[in-house]
Nanobody
Framework: QVQLVESGGGLVQAGDSLKLSCTASGRTFSYAVMGWFRQAPGKNREFVAAISGSGRTRYYAHSLKDRFAISRDNAKNTVTLQMNSLKPEDAAAYYC???????????????????????WGQGVQVAVSS
C-alpha cells in the first residue's frame, strides 16, 4: 500500500521558517516527480513546487521561488520543502504528491497540474501569525 506522510507543520510567526518533509512508503519513487501543493480554506488547491526524479530540475510557483526550496533524498524516499520568511498568506494545508510520469509533459507548466499526480498525502497544517 502506497502512503505519503507529511510532517513538520505547525504554528510560526511571520518571518519565521519551517521545513516540511514527506516520506513515501510502499514503493520507491526515484523515477517520479514529487511535488508540494497547498490549499487554504475556501480556496482552490495551488501548486507550490516540484522536483524531478534525479533532483536536477526544480519547479516553483513564481511568487514563491525566492522564499521556498524543494529537495529530495531518494535513499530515504523523501521530499522536503524549506519555507523561509513565512507570511500569513502562506497559511494552508500542505500536500505532498507524486507524479509517476505515465504521461510525458506536453506543455509548459504541466508540473503544476493537480490532475497529473497519482498519489497524495493526507496534508499537514501550516499556520502563520502576524
Amino acid at each position: 500500500q502506497v502512503q505519503l506522510v507529511e510532517s513538520g507543520g505547525g504554528l510560526v510567526q511571520a518571518g519565521d521558517s519551517l521545513k516540511l518533509s514527506c516520506t513515501a512508503s510502499g514503493r520507491t519513487f526515484s523515477y517520479a516527480v514529487m511535488g508540494w501543493f497547498r490549499q487554504a480554506p475556501g480556496k482552490n488547491r495551488e501548486f507550490v513546487a516540484a522536483i524531478s526524479g534525479s533532483g536536477r530540475t526544480r519547479y516553483y510557483a513564481h511568487s514563491l521561488k525566492d522564499r521556498f526550496a524543494i529537495s529530495r533524498d531518494n535513499a530515504k524516499n523523501t521530499v522536503t520543502l524549506q519555507m523561509n520568511s513565512l507570511k500569513p498568506e502562506d497559511a494552508a494545508a500542505y500536500y505532498c504528491a507524486v507524479d509517476l510520469m505515465q504521461r510525458p509533459y506536453s506543455s509548459d507548466g504541466d508540473y503544476q497540474l493537480t490532475e497529473r499526480y497519482d498519489y497524495w498525502g493526507q496534508g499537514v497544517q501550516v499556520a502563520v501569525s502576524s
